[in-house]
């Protein structure tokens, strides 16, 4: 058990809905990181936020939206849902921001059918 | 080309073998990760290298700078080692965001 926690752990839904992930850091990491995994695109960072701020950014859709909350969480918000957004949705945590090591959480895998 | 690049992406050994999976990347780095993937999806950081080697347990991993490569290897593998192992890389210019080879899959048989 890493500590990170997702939830939930597998969703199925339509095009062109909304979905929101949430993942909950290990107890004391300031850090969470967000990540993609899809068949064909592999394992993408999507974005990183540090004690409540947007630390960094990568391929992140502008459909796509994330947030970290004063206690730490974080909600990763999927809009206009496509087909291809269908993927495993790893969301990560760490104390320092950039060298330290990554704990992950079990994922969310999303279904758009 | 990828910036990070693994070799090989498939590899199937017999238990008890010694193996080697191969990390290259082609931009400077500050560190590089070795992430564990099982069949269930969840991943696991085996280890984060910014210089020399380091080992736990049946594992050791390289990482060689000049060289710009990284080796994970496996001792006496056993097939509960049996996942996709990946590399990872964070560049010095990017903040914390991870550039992730495209990972080895490993099958230990008993």
């Known amino acids: 058990d890493s500590g990170v926690t997702q939830t939930p752990k597998h969703l199925i839904t339509a095009t062109g809905q909304r979905v929101t992930l949430r993942c909950s850091p290990r107890s004391g990491d300031l850090s969470v990181y967000w990540y993609q995994q899809s068949l064909d695109q592999g394992l993408q960072f999507l974005i990183q936020y540090y004690n409540g701020e947007e630390r960094a950014k990568g391929n992140i859709l502008e459909r796509f939206s994330a947030q970290q909350f004063p206690d730490l969480h974080s909600e990763l918000n999927l809009s206009s849902l496509e087909l291809g957004d269908s993927a495993l949705y790893f969301c990560?945590?760490?104390?320092?921001?950039?060298?330290?090591?990554?704990?992950f959480g079990e994922g969310s895998r999303l279904t758009v059918l | 080309k990828n910036e990070v690049e693994q070799s090989p992406q498939n590899l199937t050994a017999q238990e008890g073998e010694f193996i080697t999976i191969n990390c290259s990347y082609s931009?400077?780095?500050?560190?590089l990760h070795w992430l564990q993937q099982h069949p269930g999806g969840g991943i696991v950081s085996l280890f984060m290298l910014s210089s020399g080697k380091k080992k736990h347990g049946r594992l050791i991993a390289t990482i060689n700078i000049q060289e710009k490569h990284s080796s994970l290897h496996i001792t006496a593998s056993h097939p509960r080692d049996s996942a996709v192992y990946i590399c990872a890389v964070i560049q010095p210019t990017s903040g914390s965001r991870l550039t992730f080879g495209e990972g080895t899959q490993l099958t230990v048989n008993p």
């Open positions: 931009v400077g780095i500050s560190a």
């Open positions: 990560a945590s760490s104390v320092p921001p950039n060298t330290g090591e990554l704990f």
